[in-house]
């Protein structure tokens, strides 16, 4: 099963019967936008004073929104050059958000991480390693959505690269669920993000590097 599969599936089964709601309801796009915003805000809250389980849960309710705004838009026939911005400036605020975060959470007196592997005195499996990756992979995220907004402006559609915004939001959401009873699952899931988005950052900037000139 593919990407283009899955994005069927969640069409058919999630993102249609929602925007029907949604706009039986008298929502505009934009409003569902800032609403997805509000909820993972709330979300990051709860996850800083370390209640994961329903902090994770709303987190992936509010970037799951992110599938709905654009099919209302279209549904209305109010899709938006500026609805397309706003979209993607929440998308960033909404990840900077969670992973602020987890960064006050690692730094706080509340972290109960134990350091069971250590190199160098480093210990992975700590609350220092845990601000270090919720830093490393906040900026890995960023900068591939830059790549591909930045190519955009340059007439490339560059959207391709195995860790894109959907796949960081189920990987992140999953991991802060599961984190209510194995704190150390979030420290395993930021690392191989922060990998997985150093190497679509490459894969990136190779296929803007073949089409550009």
Same mark, same amino acid.
């Given at each position: 099963?593919?990407?283009? $599969? ?5 069409? *058919? ?10 706009? /039986?309801?008298? +929502? /505009? ?20 004073? =370390? ?26 026939? *109010?899709?938006? *050059? ?11 605020? =909404? ?11 690692? $730094?706080? $007196? ?14 992975? +499996? ?14 890995? $995220? ?29 990987? &992140? ?5 599961? /984190? ?5 699952? &979030? ?15 490459? =894969?990136?900037?190779?296929? /803007? ?5």
């Amino acid at each position: 099963m593919n990407r283009k $599969s899955i994005r069927a599936i969640l069409a *058919k089964y999630y993102e249609v019967p929602l925007v029907n709601f949604f706009d /039986s309801l008298g +929502f /505009s796009p934009n409003g569902i936008t800032i609403l997805g915003f509000v909820i993972t805000a709330g979300a990051g809250i709860l996850i800083a004073c =370390q209640y994961f389980l329903i902090g994770g849960l709303l987190m992936l309710g509010g970037g799951a929104l992110d599938l709905i705004d654009g099919g209302l838009a279209r549904r209305k026939g *109010k899709a938006s *050059k500026f609805g397309a911005f706003l979209d993607s400036v929440i998308d960033r605020f =909404q990840e900077g958000v969670v992973l602020l975060a987890l960064l006050y959470y690692f $730094s706080s $007196s509340g972290c109960t991480l134990v350091e069971t592997v250590r190199w160098d005195g480093f210990g992975f +499996f700590s609350c220092r390693a845990g601000v270090i990756l919720a830093y490393i992979t906040f900026m890995a $995220s960023v900068m591939v959505s830059y790549l591909r907004a930045r190519a955009e402006g340059l007439g490339i559609k560059c959207d391709i690269g195995i860790m894109t915004r959907p796949e960081r939001v189920a990987a &992140i959401g999953i991991a802060i669920c599961i /984190s209510e009873w194995i704190p150390e699952t &979030i420290l395993v899931v930021l690392f191989l993000i922060t990998l997985l988005c150093f190497f679509t950052t490459i =894969q990136r900037i190779a296929y /803007s590097w073949r089409n550009l000139d």
